[in-house]
């Protein structure tokens, strides 16, 4: 079976896009190729997400922060926008192309009263990991029973 090339959106390319793009490719590396890109790109991934990665055995170091234009061409089946912005910046993609919106808070923006800047990176990156853990799975059992 072809893997399917999943690209993953956010403005910044920095950090949930990357947190995303490492737990899709470590639970279903093979079923999909993953990528991740941003519409404005800030030219590297914070290293707050490279470390909660390496918490949870993925890593992530030479993760590179990139545009999504580059990959317009590259026959990206399945788009997933993790934040509202990259979601509105969206173009449309060659193809019958599926499109998800799974939003999370910008862990640098979402410290909450109490807590440091690497628990707010642990806990979007523990939603994140629930809901792409839950879509390989999903799309795994569906693939079994196609086959």
Not at 76 to 81: K, P
Request: proline share 4%; aromatic share 8%; with cysteine.
């Amino acid at each position: 079976m072809k893997k399917q090339k999943v690209l993953i959106l956010c403005t910044g390319n920095s950090c949930r896009s990357h947190m995303a793009e490492g737990i899709l490719r470590a639970v279903a590396g093979d079923l999909f190729e993953v990528f991740s890109a941003g519409s404005n790109p800030k030219c590297e991934v914070h290293p707050l997400a490279i470390e909660v990665l390496r918490e949870i055995g993925i890593d992530a170091s030479d993760h590179k922060s990139e545009h999504l234009n580059q990959y317009l061409d590259a026959g990206i089946n399945t788009v997933i926008t993790v934040c509202g912005n990259a979601d509105q910046a969206c173009p449309t993609f060659p193809g019958q192309v599926s499109r998800y919106y799974w939003g999370f808070e910008d862990p640098p923006h979402a410290i909450r009263e109490g807590e440091s800047e690497l628990n707010a990176f642990r806990r979007i990156r523990d939603q994140i990991k629930l809901v792409f853990e839950a879509y390989a799975a999903g799309y795994r059992e569906a693939a079994e029973q196609g086959s």
